[in-house]
């Protein structure tokens, strides 16, 4: 079945640091592939998507590229601030009319 | 900005007591899907609608879950008899329609079940 894997957490980094936390994916087919994240005490929300090959998400410095080769959504920002701590879910659908399916999270937490 | 609505935001019950979950989708969004997310794991789908019908159930526990959205707009989510290993974060999306991969979640009812 369709399943997502992601790196396990928790995170600390330093601000301003490099981030990438890693996602691969197995699915039948050409799924659409998300990123959400969720703030302490807040639901999910929808970072960024990308919905077929080589397409790059981008939203608020953070970045994903969809490879099929590598069946890997990797989420990428250059420069983290402490408002960026949060729990992160890489997420795949298989089609538009199906559920999404969600990673286990990553909890990301950055040092002033 | 339009947002998911749920209530209530935390709920403590004791073990084989019922207890029921409200959301309310943003106006306009035919899809509605109710998630459940244990304590260090991703949401997975209890159920999903489509207007009033349900369209995935296959992850719902029918034995003690139920759920409803009689007109198609708001949805109710109902655990009865509830037990210890149902204490979880319960969510509510929302999507226009089953084309639109978009879902837009609530804030979520946080059960615990003493």
């Known amino acids: 079945g369709n399943s997502v894997t992601q790196m396990e957490g928790p995170v600390t980094l330093s601000e301003e640091a490099f981030l990438t936390i890693n996602c691969t994916y197995t699915?039948?087919?050409?799924?659409?592939l998300f990123w959400y994240v969720q703030y302490p005490g807040e639901g999910l929300q929808l970072l960024l998507k990308?919905?077929?090959?080589?397409d790059k998400g981008s939203n608020k410095g953070f970045e994903a590229t969809y490879r099929k080769e590598t069946t890997s959504f990797h989420l990428e920002k250059g420069s983290v601030q402490v408002s960026d701590s949060a729990v992160y879910f890489c997420a795949l659908s298989e089609s538009s009319a199906s559920k999404i399916i969600f990673g286990s999270g990553t909890r990301l937490s950055i040092r002033p | 900005e339009a947002e998911v609505a749920q209530s209530p935001r935390y709920k403590i019950t004791e073990k084989s007591q019922a207890v029921a979950f409200w959301c309310d989708p943003i106006s306009g969004h035919a899809t509605l899907y109710w998630y459940r997310q244990i304590l260090g794991q991703g949401p997975e789908l209890l159920v999903q609608f489509q207007d009033e019908s349900v369209v995935d159930d296959s992850q719902l526990p029918k034995d003690r879950f139920s759920a409803e959205r009689l007109k198609g707009v708001d949805s109710t989510l109902k655990i009865q008899p509830a037990e210890l290993g149902d204490s979880a974060m319960y969510l509510c999306?929302?999507?226009?329609?089953?084309?639109?991969?978009?879902?837009?979640f609530g804030p979520g009812t946080r059960l615990t079940v003493l």
């Open positions: 990308a919905t077929k090959a080589d």
């Open positions: 699915a039948t087919g050409y799924p659409s």
């Open positions: 999306a929302s999507s226009f329609d089953r084309a639109t991969d978009t879902q837009y």
